[in-house]
């Protein structure tokens, strides 16, 4: 079983602050971890992911995140938020089942709220 | 350059009603999934397919069916129309392996 666990369904942070989303999961199995943006009234898009190499992972709009085996974590980070960065955030897991599928599981979502 | 494409984009139904959400994807995908969003839950997963033919149930399929008779198409399905189906729907597809989900814009749709 794989599970995703999204701590904080509201962030806020001020403009030019760091932002910090915290993502963590379990998996059985070696998984591939996604991190999804959401804007109002659209689908979501792919901002990073992880696979295989290297740990720290870079991807659109200045964010990172990097995947810690040992702490079960992929937290998503950014050094200077900017108000185009208001959104919920989803983080994925994608793992293969006892049954051969990639099955894939979403966290709850967290809302940044950037304040000017 | 359409990628996943969902319509329609909002509908209203009245109780017992059905209705049929399209999906169509040019990616040449195997996988494609349906997805409800409640406000604060997430994304729960529907039905999905591995491929022409292959459809399974997800986390919440009840009150829905799927087909998928091509690679292209994905049709959602609701015979009976509740008022706990009132949510976003969104429609996603992706190539098997590491690769991440491509996804529509949605179809929001009311149940009253």
Same mark, same amino acid.
């Given at each position: 079983a794989q599970s995703v666990t999204q701590l904080g369904s509201h962030v806020s942070v001020s403009e030019g602050a760091l932002v910090l989303l915290r993502c963590n999961y379990s998996s059985s199995v070696p998984p591939y971890l996604f991190w999804y943006v959401q804007y109002p009234n659209q689908g979501l898009q792919l901002l990073l992911k992880y696979t295989t190499g290297a740990t720290l992972v870079k991807g659109i709009n200045g964010f990172e995140a990097e995947f810690k085996k040992s702490e079960t974590s992929f937290h998503l980070t950014k050094p200077s938020a900017h108000m185009s960065d208001a959104a919920e955030y989803f983080c994925a897991v994608r793992a293969m089942n006892s049954g051969g599928y990639q099955k894939v599981t979403f966290g709850i979502g967290t809302k940044l709220q950037v304040i000017p | 350059n359409a990628g996943v494409t969902q319509t329609p984009k909002f509908r209203i139904l009245k109780i017992g009603q059905s209705m049929t959400l399209q999906c169509t994807q040019d990616? +040449?995908? +195997?996988y494609m999934y349906w997805y409800r969003q409640d406000p604060g839950m997430g994304l729960k997963l529907i039905y999905y397919s591995v491929g022409a033919g292959i459809t399974d149930k997800g986390e919440v399929p009840n009150g829905y069916n799927v087909s998928r008779s091509t690679t292209e198409d994905f049709p959602l399905r609701l015979e009976l129309a509740a008022p706990s189906q009132t949510s976003v729907y969104f429609c996603a597809s992706s190539s098997p392996l590491n690769q991440p989900q491509h996804f529509g814009d949605g179809t929001r749709l009311s149940i009253l």
């Open positions: - | 990616m +040449n995908h +195997n």
